[in-house]
């Protein structure tokens, strides 16, 4: 891959000259890895605006090759640009070094790079390959693997000063100091659970620098644990089908349910199956009472079911979705009122950040009281870019005396979103097909929940929301009910996602 010392980097390989060193702002030289900046992280889902300032097609087409290789496994995404402000501004300036602003840092000062490499005619792809992956590590927010707090590595530094004085660096004991010795404070950056020698971050260490002997060789691919780490600091969404293990017999018994595999605290779940009835010896026996909530403690997130004191709750089943606080997802929930009307009763909800266009919307029940018959349905109504219209229904003799809906929105241009409905009923004999707009690439996550629901009061309400088959073009969906359990309309809606990865 060429003479070392004819090949420049910012730290990744010996710059023709050295990393910027800023004393006066240390956070313009920062960058993440097995170690990340916590202020340095671009927000989850952003596409990043990407600039050529100069360079030769095919510098470009390496860059877009090889960068490509992060989002396999970050939840953002990349979008080459010709004109306008970028958050990533890339010269390939071939004395200038390779070097890279950290994270969000890269998009500051709009008229200067971001980001230089250093290609020079005899690098080869895979010359290119490894000083692109380490320049974009650190415009994701990376830094440096021997900058991490915990690093073993024991340093001749006497031997170091006097390697990198040499030509082509001729870095002074400050110069060295920032672009080999530095460390981060622990709690400034985030860091995996160890030292990686095998990072793509992580600087070679000639032999002779080290006390011990110790040294390694430039790495040229993301380890696993740098794919690891990426996708832990840049989360795609998760979905997680979800019930409950025992079945309480009394009256009002909370029950939790563990979200295992959610990577943050941005959850959202809904319905997708019930077991419950009123308490026969209350004066009310068509009365029912449900709410759900998210629980939180200590990094855990549990979905608390609560039926209240006059209501049985034998099972809960759940959808839980991770929306992983992508920058374009909103989501919330509101309440609603319920008068007993043929009419719907509508209830504007504003986005808290309007869209550029009107984006896709799905709602589903949350908490509900019922009592006569058991009656309840929500949907989205008007969407525009600033908000769109919560409805809800239900008929006489039936009494919603409380209902809350949740919501999510989502941009109809990001990830190929799909949403909409579905409901079992006695004419479909409660199955069905649900066929995408637009096909995926693979299939989807999929996230159901409940959004309608007419049964018989007399009986126990009894249901399970089942989708199978799912595909790049669609899903089969089932209502199944047992024993004696009577329902006219269950319905659900969903929203299916483009898998990251």
């Known amino acids: 891959m060429g003479n070392e010392d004819e090949v420049s980097s910012c730290g990744f390989r010996l710059p ?22 916590k202020n340095w992280k671009w927000p989850n889902g952003s596409t990043l605006r990407i600039k050529f300032l100069d360079g030769t097609e095919e510098q470009h087409r390496r860059v877009k090759k090889h960068a490509a ?15 306008g402000d970028a958050d990533i501004r890339i010269s390939f300036d071939p004395n200038g070094g390779h070097n890279s602003k950290l994270g969000t840092n890269s998009a500051r000062n709009q008229n200067e790079k971001s980001m230089n490499l ?103 691919e993301l380890s696993s644990a740098d794919k690891a780490f990426i996708a832990s600091m840049y989360p795609s969404p ?26 943050t605290s941005n959850v959202r779940a809904g319905i997708t199956g019930l077991e419950t009835v009123a308490d026969s010896s209350a004066p009310r026996r068509d009365k029912l009472n449900f709410t759900m909530a998210n629980w939180e403690e200590d990094s855990k997130i549990e979905v608390e079911a609560y039926p209240y004191q006059d209501t049985y709750m034998y099972n809960v089943a759940v959808s839980a979705i991770d929306l992983v606080h992508d920058v374009d997802f909103q989501s919330g929930q509101q309440h609603v009122a319920c008068p007993s009307s043929k009419k719907p009763t509508k209830v504007w909800v504003e986005f808290e950040k309007s869209y550029k266009d009107a984006p896709e919307v799905i709602t589903f029940i949350n908490s509900f009281q019922l009592e006569n018959e058991w009656v309840m349905k929500v949907w989205p109504e008007g969407i525009t870019k600033d908000g769109f219209w919560l409805c809800s229904q239900n008929y ?15 941009p109809a241009r990001r990830g190929a979103p799909r949403t909409g409905t579905f409901a079992g ?16 690439t693979k299939p989807p996550l999929l996230f159901v929940a409940l959004s309608q629901l007419d ?41 299916a996602l483009e898998p990251w990865s």
């Open 16 to 37: 023709d000259t050295p990393v910027q060193v800023d004393d006066s702002n240390e956070n313009t030289y920062t960058t993440m890895r097995l170690a990340h900046g």
């Open 396 to 410: 006489d003799p039936s009494n919603l005396h409380s209902l809350d809906a949740q919501w999510i929105s989502i």
């Open 118 to 220: 250093a290609m020079k005619s005899w690098h080869t792809d895979h010359d290119s390959r490894e000083y692109i992956l380490h320049e974009f590590g650190h415009a994701l927010g990376c830094i440096h693997e021997q900058a991490r707090p915990d690093v073993p590595i024991k340093w001749n530094k006497d031997a170091v000063y006097k390697h990198y004085a040499k030509p082509p660096n001729k870095w002074t004991t400050k110069d060295v100091d920032w672009n080999v010795f530095k460390k981060y404070d622990a709690d400034k950056i985030i860091t995996s659970s160890y030292w990686d020698s095998t990072s793509i971050m992580q600087y070679a260490v000639p032999k002779g620098l080290t006390t011990d002997g110790w040294w390694c060789p430039w790495n040229t």
């Open 69 to 83: 290789e992060w989002l396999k496994y970050a939840y953002l995404g990349f979008s080459y640009v010709t004109s």
């Open 455 to 495: 049964a018989d009061s007399k009986h126990f309400l009894r249901f399970r929301i089942v989708t199978t088959k799912l595909t790049e073009y669609g899903f089969e969906w089932e209502v199944n009910s047992w024993w004696d359990s009577i329902n006219a309309i269950v319905g659900a809606s969903y929203l």
């Open 238 to 263: 998760t979905v997680l089908n979800l019930q409950t293990v025992s079945r309480p017999m009394s009256k009002g018994n909370m029950q939790r349910i563990k979200a295992t595999g959610v990577h």
């Open 425 to 440: 009923t006695m004419l479909n004999d409660f199955k069905g097909h649900v066929e995408f707009k637009r096909r995926f």
